[in-house]
């Protein structure tokens, strides 16, 4: 294992992130504080409790999750096109550094940010509304889950995209509906019978679903199920990343 070509590559990429930190951390927490302030001041002051749990409390992990999802890819598809772009990936594959080690060091600095974005949001929400945390062993464990899996699929994306344009498609034009349909500010069970069952399909709703049962212990499937998903989907990347290095897929062009 080359730690140190790794730890290059990690300390690089976190580097770049310090570097535009107004980008990259201020601008999502303010964001996220405008959606504490319209949905969980203006309207959760007009709403029951949902299963027990205040609006307000209620739509926190939810947030949490919309904006790890979109920074986790964000961060990893930036991390991995800039060097396709700028012609310095061959450097990074001419160096004595396996397809395995180039992953860890990206993957591991998108992730890394996500997980702190995600705990500043987690304290910034504690100045809008008060929450608990009833498991917070597993509620990291979800952490860092879903931010290195959606760095993964980052990752993914980052070499597949032939230009700005497409590096963009997917967290705006897939990700973000996807994680704004899959219960961030509301309970599938609130929707009608045939609506839940298509809500299943989304696979954020599990994300979202398995890290609120963190929260307050209740969700909208299993944790189990949710674990599950969550292990299928970070599989199926690290196969997909598997076959890209074994065929040269997309990685100097």
């Known amino acids: 294992m080359n730690t140190y070509g790794i730890s290059a590559i990690y300390r690089f990429e976190l580097a770049r992130w310090f570097r535009t930190l107004v980008q990259s951390l201020l601008s999502p927490v303010i964001s996220t504080s405008l959606y504490f302030v319209v949905f969980g001041a203006a309207i959760g002051s007009r709403m029951a409790e949902i299963e027990g749990v205040s609006y307000g409390a209620f739509i926190v992990p939810g947030l949490i999750m919309l904006s790890v999802l979109t920074e986790s890819i964000s961060n990893a598809s930036f991390g991995i096109y800039m060097p396709r772009y700028s012609g ?28 702190m974005l995600g705990l500043v949001i987690l304290a910034t929400a504690r100045l809008f509304v008060p929450f608990s945390i009833e498991h917070p062993l597993w509620m990291v464990s979800f952490l860092v889950l879903t931010s290195l899996t959606f760095s993964l699929f980052g990752f993914i994306i980052g070499l597949w995209a032939s230009g700005w344009e497409k590096l963009q498609i997917v967290p705006i034009m897939v990700v973000t509906p996807l994680a704004f349909l899959g219960g961030s500010f509301y309970s599938i069970s609130m929707l009608p019978e045939f609506w839940q069952k298509v809500a299943l399909f989304n696979p954020v709703v599990y994300l979202i679903s398995g890290f609120r049962w963190s929260f307050y212990g209740v969700s909208d499937v299993a944790v189990g199920v949710s674990l599950g998903m969550t292990f299928l989907f970070l599989t199926l990347c690290l196969i997909v990343i598997w076959w890209i290095f074994k065929t040269g897929y997309r990685l100097k062009a």
């Open 88 to 115: 310095t990936i061959y450097e990074v594959l001419s160096a004595p550094i396996s397809g395995m080690e180039i992953v860890i060091g990206y993957v591991g600095a998108a992730a890394t940010k996500s997980i």
